[in-house]
């Protein structure tokens, strides 16, 4: 089992730029894939980015790519999204997931964190 804690969400302009914080506990956390997701209110939940474990792949969706960052700490327990630029189109609830290969899909991410609410105001 891996429980995972997502926080940093919160309000911000357009423009602006926030950091999501993601951390694991309990098995071993550099053993997995970690990928963000996030969810707008009555959308499907969304791919946004992934890293592999031990950092050297990552991809993201087009949506996000030169503005958002992935890395992860593997000493630390804890993957990072680093989102600048913001625009109002990302506001959702961002989720972070483990998975043991580097996918985009949702179906395979074995664990999930509760989620974080980011709003992007224009």
């Known amino acids: 089992q891996v429980q995972l804690v997502e926080s940093g969400g919160g309000l911000v302009q357009a ?7 993601c951390a694991a506990s309990g098995r071993a956390f550099s053993g997995y894939t970690m990928g963000w997701f996030h969810q707008a209110p009555g959308k499907e939940r969304e ?21 958002f960052t992935i ?4 000493a630390k327990n804890t993957v990072y ?3 600048n630029s913001l625009k109002p189109e990302d506001t959702a609830v961002y989720y972070c997931a483990a998975a043991t290969l580097v996918s985009t899909l949702t179906t395979h991410y074995n ?9 992007v105001s224009s």
């Open 81 to 83: 999204l680093q989102m």
């Open 47 to 67: 791919f946004v980015a992934v890293i592999s474990r031990s950092g050297s792949v990552t991809r993201y969706a087009d949506s996000v790519k030169g503005r």
């Open 111 to 119: 664990y999930w964190g509760q989620g974080t609410q980011v709003t």
């Open 15 to 21: 423009g602006g730029s926030l950091r999501l914080s």
């Open 71 to 74: 890395s992860r700490d593997n």
